[in-house]
């Protein structure tokens, strides 16, 4: 006897015949699925202790955001009018005015909104850069994703140079600046990896992460030709800690990367953050000669719709491509839905090609190769027998779905993440009608808007909580800017 059925939906399996059931169902024992097929046929072989009808609905696997930020969820909005760069304003915000608290509420929101979202896994970078000095940041952020039930990738590891990288750490309200090393990061990002990989049943997992594959130039700006000539000794000595920790604990290795890095990181025959245990977010304006290393070295790609990146031409080289919602701030849902739509109208219009990322495989990039990208497509990203049990009911019966016909074109060009009604992780139903049945919403948020608040106190931000700008034109900034110290 099955432990859980789900029947009469849409299913849609993301198998590799890409099959979909317009009467099917889905059969659960423990955390594996046990059974995908029509659902008379389902029924008779796997009566199950509990059946949940899923007529009018769309059964799909558990989407899968290979890219966003932890600390985001509580810096929403805030700063992204600023006439500069909003990096000036969350980095050393960060670094900073960051407590332990702080990550666990994040970590609350985070998990709670991606679940509502239909996402059942999430990969975490613990800020815009990873702060990894104190491993109480990660570890806080692993154990709320874990309550709420939600899969989640923690990444940590190195940030950005120069060497040794200011931080500072409260206690009782009183703040306490210091230095820290490469190697006191580095030994940081592993006490999380010891503690969290693998953990809560192996919900959560931790991958080292670089601010950057080249930390010796400028980053989220291509590196001029004339610049991007050789790696420096510093981004050697980091790609070989960085190999090193992997292999230690048996990890895979995420970072971001901007035009000119893969060409350089390419030069290092022996430790390059390039091959099929990495996978790269942004890649923006990459030479066709760097969309050919990715391919050649099985590099996966992530890509968050409104950078200059080549998705078409990663793709036609046989580079395996996640969407991503680069989430959750200063104005980015974890709604992958919406993020796929976005990076397809996107390259559309930058390729003047109404015809490019057809509906099937957008879906396929938030599912499967999503899961290709994280090394987990043996476990997730379809509804196959033996996967784990991750699945996202959709409610089709609503005006702006409804026809329910060519249910993947209404899934992506329609859909959003509020349409979600059901959630499964590992065989356990954390969301049911719009409910989340694992941990107290209410105070996860009320815990979160306390420590979003006190943060803007602590770092002096109240300037960047910005007006809308009723009745102009263009958005105008007409007070002093000021960023965190």
């Known amino acids: 006897m099955a432990d859980l059925l789900l029947v009469h939906g849409t299913v849609v399996t993301m198998d590799p015949a890409r099959a979909i059931l317009e009467d099917g169902a889905v059969a659960i024992e423990g955390n594996r699925i046990v059974a995908v097929g029509p659902a008379a046929e389902v029924q008779r072989r796997h009566p199950a202790q509990r059946t949940i009808d899923c007529r009018g609905k769309a059964v799909i696997p558990g989407l899968i955001d290979a890219h966003g930020h932890g600390g985001h969820s509580l810096l929403k909005t805030l700063g992204c009018d600023t006439p500069s760069v909003w990096m000036r304003i969350v980095t050393p915000t960060y670094f900073h005015f960051t407590t332990p608290e702080f990550w666990?509420?994040?970590?609350?929101?985070?998990a709670l909104e991606r679940l509502r979202a239909g996402v059942t896994c999430g990969v975490s970078v613990m800020g815009s850069m990873p702060r990894s000095d104190d491993p109480a940041f990660g570890n806080n952020h692993a154990r709320a994703y874990a309550e709420v039930g939600v899969r989640e990738v923690v990444c940590v590891g190195p940030c950005h140079t120069p060497w040794p990288h200011a931080v500072s750490r409260w206690d009782s309200g009183q703040r306490e600046r210091r230095e820290v090393?490469?190697?006191?990061?580095?030994?940081?990002?592993?006490?999380?990896?010891?503690?969290?990989?693998?953990?809560?049943?192996?919900?959560?997992?931790?991958?080292?992460?670089?601010?950057?594959?080249?930390?010796?130039?400028?980053?989220?700006s291509p590196t001029p030709p004339e610049l991007a000539t050789s790696l420096t000794a510093h981004d050697r000595l980091q790609a070989r800690r960085i190999r090193e920790i992997a292999a230690r604990w048996k990890t895979r290795i995420h970072s971001d990367a901007f035009g000119g890095m893969v060409r350089l990181a390419a030069q290092d025959d022996e430790?390059?953050?390039?091959?099929?245990?990495?996978?790269?977010?942004?890649?923006?304006?990459?030479?066709?000669?760097?969309?050919?290393?990715?391919?050649?070295?099985?590099?996966?790609?992530?890509?968050?719709?409104?950078?200059?990146?080549?998705?078409?031409?990663?793709?036609?080289?046989?580079?395996?491509?996640?969407?991503?919602?680069?989430?959750?701030?200063?104005?980015?849902?974890?709604?992958?839905?919406?993020?796929?739509?976005?990076?397809?109208?996107?390259?559309?219009?930058?390729?003047?090609?109404?015809?490019?990322?057809?509906?099937?495989?957008?879906?396929?990039?938030?599912?499967?190769?999503?899961?290709?990208?994280?090394?987990?497509?043996?476990?997730?990203?379809?509804?196959?027998?033996?996967?784990?049990?991750?699945?996202?009911?959709?409610?089709?019966?609503?005006?702006?779905?409804?026809?329910?016909?060519?249910?993947?074109?209404?899934?992506?060009?329609?859909?959003?993440?509020?349409?979600?009604?059901?959630?499964?992780?590992?065989?356990?139903?954390?969301?049911?009608?719009?409910?989340?049945?694992?941990?107290?919403?209410?105070?996860?948020?009320?815990?979160?808007?306390?420590?979003?608040?006190?943060?803007?106190?602590?770092?002096?931000?109240?300037?960047?909580?910005?007006?809308?700008?009723?009745?102009?034109?263009?958005?105008?900034?007409?007070?002093?800017?000021?960023?965190?110290?």
Request: proline share 6%.
């Open 104 to 110: 666990y509420a994040d970590g609350l929101v985070a």
């Open 271 to 485: 430790h390059a953050l390039l091959g099929p245990d990495v996978h790269i977010q942004h890649l923006t304006e990459i030479s066709l000669e760097e969309v050919h290393i990715l391919a050649d070295t099985g590099t996966s790609a992530g890509h968050a719709p409104g950078g200059l990146c080549p998705v078409p031409q990663l793709l036609d080289a046989g580079v395996n491509v996640a969407i991503t919602t680069d989430g959750s701030s200063p104005r980015r849902p974890f709604d992958l839905l919406l993020a796929a739509r976005q990076a397809q109208f996107a390259q559309q219009l930058l390729n003047r090609d109404r015809y490019l990322l057809p509906v099937g495989k957008l879906l396929e990039m938030i599912t499967i190769d999503a899961a290709r990208a994280l090394g987990w497509d043996d476990e997730l990203g379809s509804l196959e027998v033996g996967k784990k049990a991750d699945l996202a009911v959709l409610n089709l019966r609503q005006p702006h779905l409804v026809p329910n016909w060519m249910v993947v074109h209404r899934l992506i060009h329609e859909a959003n993440g509020h349409d979600v009604e059901t959630v499964i992780v590992d065989g356990k139903v954390v969301m049911e009608d719009r409910r989340v049945l694992t941990v107290d919403e209410p105070a996860a948020l009320d815990a979160g808007e306390r420590e979003a608040r006190a943060l803007v106190a602590r770092a002096g931000l109240e300037a960047h909580l910005t007006p809308p700008g009723w009745g102009r034109t263009r958005l105008a900034f007409d007070r002093p800017v000021t960023f965190p110290e």
């Open 181 to 220: 090393t490469l190697e006191e990061a580095l030994a940081g990002a592993e006490a999380v990896i010891e503690t969290w990989n693998h953990g809560a049943d192996d919900r959560i997992r931790v991958f080292i992460t670089p601010f950057t594959i080249v930390p010796s130039v400028e980053p989220s």
